[in-house]
T-cell receptor
Framework: DAEITQSPRHKITETGRQVTLACHQT?????MFWYRQDLGHGLRLIHY???????NKGEVSDGYSVSRSNTEDLPLTLESAASSQTSVYFC???????????FGEGSRLTVL | GENVEQHPSTLSVQEGDSAVIKCTYS??????FPWYKQELGKRPQLIID?????GEKKDQRIAVTLNKTAKHFSLHITETQPEDSAVYFC?????????????FGGGTRVLVKP
């Protein structure tokens, strides 16, 4: 079955370190998104991509970057982790004729 | 950009009662309004959606209504059951199509008491 997976599921890091969260989907979707989830803020869009070599900033993109070298993967990089980036991160993809987002299981990141 | 407000942030109901969650949006160009349910420790999943050319849509015990003039939409859950306990998110987008960027509300934690 097609799916979307994230790794690692849990990570603890220190302030200033670079962190990369992986997202891999086998839906063959062109569209991929990264959201962060914080209490009271819902899901906020960080970056998104509509296809290979395409990346776009979302509403909370500062301190994050993404790259899209193939259809299946959209890794999210925190260049220099900050405590404010402690959050649960969700990757999602969409394709076909509907707007439904298919979410990964989430990655819980703690920055100490 | 779009701004979506969601109320209440928490909702406690007795099993069998109804639950209503309300959302407002700011961008008059938005015309696609999905609702996602997130059970504890799980990923969000789409439960129902509505487009602006429709005023109401039902699927078994859940229904969504849309008032485009007032820019608000609501989720109604009837005959609530313990498995309805979850966080619900409303969202809005300019179009229903693959690739549309969804702006989410802050979420409503629903607790159904047996």
């Amino acid at each position: 079955d097609a799916e979307i997976t994230q790794s690692p599921r849990h990570k603890i890091t220190e302030t200033g370190r670079q962190v990369t969260l992986a997202c891999h989907q086998t839906w063959n979707h062109n569209n991929m998104f990264w959201y962060r989830q914080d209490l009271g803020h819902g899901l906020r869009l960080i970056h998104y991509s509509y296809g290979v070599q395409d990346t776009n900033k979302g509403e909370v993109s500062d301190g994050y970057s993404v790259s899209r070298s193939n259809t299946e993967d959209l890794p999210l990089t925190l260049e220099s982790a900050a405590s404010s980036q402690t959050s649960v991160y969700f990757c999602a993809s969409s394709g076909g004729g509907t707007g439904e987002l298919f979410f990964g299981e989430g990655s819980r990141l703690t920055v100490l | 950009g779009e701004n979506v407000e969601q109320h209440p942030s928490t909702l406690s109901v007795q099993e069998g009662d109804s639950a209503v969650i309300k959302c407002t949006y700011s961008d008059s160009a938005s015309n696609y309004f999905p609702w996602y349910k997130q059970e504890l420790g799980k990923r969000p999943q789409l439960i129902i959606d509505i487009r602006s050319n429709v005023g109401e849509k039902k699927d078994q015990r859940i229904a969504v209504t849309l008032n485009k003039t007032a820019k608000h939409f609501s989720l109604h859950i009837t005959e609530t059951q313990p498995e309805d306990s979850a966080v619900y998110f409303c969202a809005a987008s300019p179009r229903q199509a693959a690739g549309n960027k969804l702006t989410f509300g802050g979420g409503t934690r629903v607790l159904v008491k047996p």
